[in-house]
């Protein structure tokens, strides 16, 4: 009897556990298979079939200007309907600054998802469907996302490269879920979901933002013109020397001599010059300083003496202030003596006004007026080019109406110095002072939306044919940028 091996042993057991292995996937596939074959000879509905199209919406961001107002389009190129988040807060900017005739290479990342909490869910108060051949237009302010020490990166031959939508799943994921910035309409799924757009990488422009319109030159009688903020057309001055064909009328000027001679030689009504009366070849002469017309034109007075070493209080403010709510907004006001000479003052908080500009037009915030005495100890004496500073909560400052909508607020602080310091004997600094410029603050949630209306598709513009090059026509409506002051 031939004795077996420790070698030829393992061999054998080995084969035997392959060939068990074998057998369970094969009848593992039969018992899978069977159902599918089963209910397909009883007329049952097929599979799904997996999705085979990639959608064709595009993403474009147009840019006048590096500071001025951005234009999102999230365009619907192909042959079926999708979904969207019509939101604007959803781009993802990766901005290249050019320093020293190179652009940087970390790219600086202002990321509107993280800014306003839109990092994983899908906001459904924003859904819009694009039917083929249409499009979504969102004019928006680039300082929503890059915001404070990222904002001067907006400039002048900036790279910026823009995402549209949430990040793909990380490898170790089990295929992508929800949310997704283009997807389907059709079950079974014929289309590829996408969970993000890329728009083309654009190049920033030196040119400046476009100025805001001019009112318009008349008033009551003018042609009325729909304002976004402000007064209307009715309220507006009235016109510069009245309505085209009215007679002009001229100020009020000296009364002419009853003797028939003519009056002094005048432009609009105001004396310019002493005149002799004319007669036979009578000439006019010039008029001399300090002449009669001197005399009777209060204008000509002699300016009065200016004290440049005089005390004078500047205002300035916080360049940024970001807060999730309003009740976070903190801005901080510094008065700075810039005369030569001294002052005495009381920075108080009831001294302080802000003049608001945001998303719902511009208010008025007052100064507290209250008739409580300012004790001696709080005047303090600000020599020159020294300062004194207020920290300010902006929730304390308006009433609770004015920061209630997310998005951009200009603030402009003034200073109303109180005249309390007279019961104590002395002379304090009564002029108001006003910052040069506004502190610009973001708040990120309100009690009211973002949007101020639900989303609107629009049709996509003409295609020129070839060979034509006229200029793009502009969407059938145009939306007031959301979240711009």
């Not at 469907?129 to 249409?134: Q, Y």
């Not at 400039?155 to 389907?184: C, Q």
Request: net charge neutral; aromatic share 6%; with cysteine.
């Amino acid at each position: 009897m031939q004795t077996e091996t420790a070698s030829t042993r393992g061999l054998r057991r080995a084969v035997g556990r392959g060939a068990a292995v074998a057998s369970a996937l094969a009848l593992a596939v039969a018992l899978g298979s069977a159902p599918a074959a089963a209910g397909n000879e009883k007329g049952g509905a097929p599979a799904p079939a997996p999705a085979v199209a990639q959608p064709d919406v595009r993403l474009r961001l147009v840019a006048p200007s590096a500071q001025g107002y951005w234009t999102m389009r999230i365009e619907n190129h192909g042959a079926d309907p999708v979904r969207i988040p019509a939101d604007a807060r959803l781009l993802r900017l990766e901005v290249r600054p050019l320093v020293k005739g190179e652009w940087q290479r970390q790219a600086r990342i202002c990321d509107g998802r993280a800014a306003y909490g839109l990092t994983s869910e899908f906001p459904v108060e924003r859904e819009l469907f694009l039917k083929p051949g249409e499009q979504y237009v969102e004019t928006f302010d680039p300082r929503l996302f890059c915001f404070g020490p990222d904002a001067p990166a907006l400039a002048g031959g900036t790279l910026v490269k823009a995402t549209f939508g949430w990040d793909p799943a990380p490898k170790w994921a089990r295929g992508e879920r929800e949310p997704y910035a283009v997807d389907g309409v059709k079950y079974p799924r014929q289309m590829i979901p996408q969970k993000s757009l890329d728009a083309p990488t654009m190049l920033l422009s030196y040119f400046p933002p476009e100025a805001p319109p001019e009112p318009p030159p008349c008033g009551p009688r003018g042609p009325a013109r729909a304002r976004t903020h402000g007064p209307q057309a009715a309220d507006a001055p009235p016109c510069r020397g009245g309505q085209p064909g009215d007679a002009k009328q001229a100020p009020p000027g000296p009364a002419a001599p009853a003797t028939g001679a003519p009056p002094d030689a005048t432009e609009g009504g105001v004396p310019s010059g002493d005149a002799t009366p004319t007669g036979a070849g009578a000439t006019t002469r010039p008029a001399e300083p300090g002449g009669d017309a001197a005399k009777r034109d209060p204008a000509r007075k002699p300016a009065p003496i200016v004290d440049e070493l005089a005390p004078r209080l500047e205002l300035r403010a916080t360049e940024y202030a970001d807060g999730n709510w309003p009740r976070d907004v903190v801005i901080a006001v510094t008065a700075v003596n810039r005369g030569q000479r001294e002052l005495w003052t009381a920075l108080r908080n009831r001294q302080i006004s802000f003049d608001v500009r945001g998303p719902d037009g511009p208010r008025a915030c007052p100064q507290k007026l209250e008739t409580a005495a300012i004790a001696r100890d709080w005047f303090h004496r600000l020599a020159p080019e020294q300062k004194g500073t207020l920290a300010l909560l902006a929730a304390e400052v308006c009433p609770p109406e004015t920061f209630e909508r997310p998005g951009l607020y200009e603030v402009a602080p003034t200073l109303h110095p109180d005249d309390a310091a007279r019961e104590h004997g002395m002379h304090a600094y009564l002029d108001d002072a006003k910052v040069d410029k506004p502190t610009l603050v973001r708040i990120r949630h309100g009690r009211k939306p973002y949007h101020k209306g639900p989303p609107v598709a629009e049709p996509l513009p003409e295609t020129p044919r070839p060979g034509v090059y006229d200029a793009e026509p502009e969407p059938a409506s145009s939306p007031r940028p959301s979240g711009a002051p």
